[in-house]
């Protein structure tokens, strides 16, 4: 079935930095959303990509469709302590299935 | 507010108990969706409801059974817990296949 890969695992990183993180795959995907967890939460849905070589922002916040769409990347500009979570990419599969595909997640800490 | 409940969002079984996880979404989505979330291993899907009257087998469906009682409610019930189980489980729901999912806040189990 399709995976997606998503990297770095985790990261450190001090208050102020700019952040990106990435999730690649071997086969097509349609969609492209990128969620947060909160510590004791939910995932929260970010950023919704549609389209090959769509970029959206929001907020510090802006995510890419890649143009072969097999990728897709999230960064994260003048990080803030309330940054930290876990992210997870999800896409869905080309061929019309109606699950999203979920990347196992980055984890960031931000150091004040 | 609008969005995905669950309930309990604690629990502890003894290994060979029963419990039934309960999820209602007030959004008319048609999809739903049971996950497990454990360190290190991201989302995993359990069972998924595409519509009202269908349900499906996920990634790990073993020792989970589900009903969708409506176009609101998706239960997740283990009839014989074991300490495999011990989990984080979050239900979510999309309005169409491939649409970004609302999960709820999840239900922390603990089987001993």
């Known amino acids: 079935g399709q995976q997606l890969n998503q990297s770095p695992q985790s990261m450190f990183i001090q208050e102020g930095e700019d952040v990106s993180m990435n999730c690649t795959s071997s086969?097509?995907?349609?969609?492209w959303l990128w969620y947060k967890q909160d510590p004791g939460e939910g995932p929260v849905l970010l950023i919704a990509?549609?389209?090959?070589?769509e970029l959206t922002s929001n907020g510090r916040l802006t995510a890419q469709f890649g143009i072969t769409r097999k990728d897709s990347f999230l960064n994260i500009s003048a990080s803030i302590p309330s940054d930290v979570g876990i992210y997870f990419c999800?896409?869905?599969?080309?061929?019309?299935?109606?699950?999203?595909?979920f990347g196992k997640g980055t984890k960031l800490t931000v150091n004040p | 507010n609008a969005g995905v409940t669950q309930t309990p969002k604690f629990q502890v079984l003894k290994t060979g108990q029963s419990m039934t996880l309960q999820c209602a979404q007030d959004?008319?989505?048609?999809?739903m969706y049971w996950y497990r979330q454990d360190p290190g291993m991201g989302l995993r899907l359990i069972y998924y409801?595409?519509?009202?009257?269908?349900?499906d087998k996920g990634e790990v469906p073993n020792g989970y059974n589900v009903s969708r009682l409506n176009k609101r409610e998706f239960s997740l019930r283990l009839e014989s817990a074991a300490p495999s189980q011990t989990s984080v489980y979050f239900c979510?729901?999309?309005?169409?296949?491939?649409?970004?999912?609302?999960f709820g806040s999840g239900t922390r189990l603990t089987v001993v």
């Open positions: 979510a729901s999309s309005p169409w296949r491939g649409d970004g999912y609302t």
């Open positions: 086969s097509i995907f349609n969609t």
């Open positions: 990509l549609y389209k090959a070589g």
């Open positions: 999800a896409g869905q599969p080309q061929g019309g299935s109606e699950k999203l595909v």
């Open positions: 959004m008319n989505h048609n999809s």
């Open positions: 409801s595409a519509s009202e009257g269908t349900t």
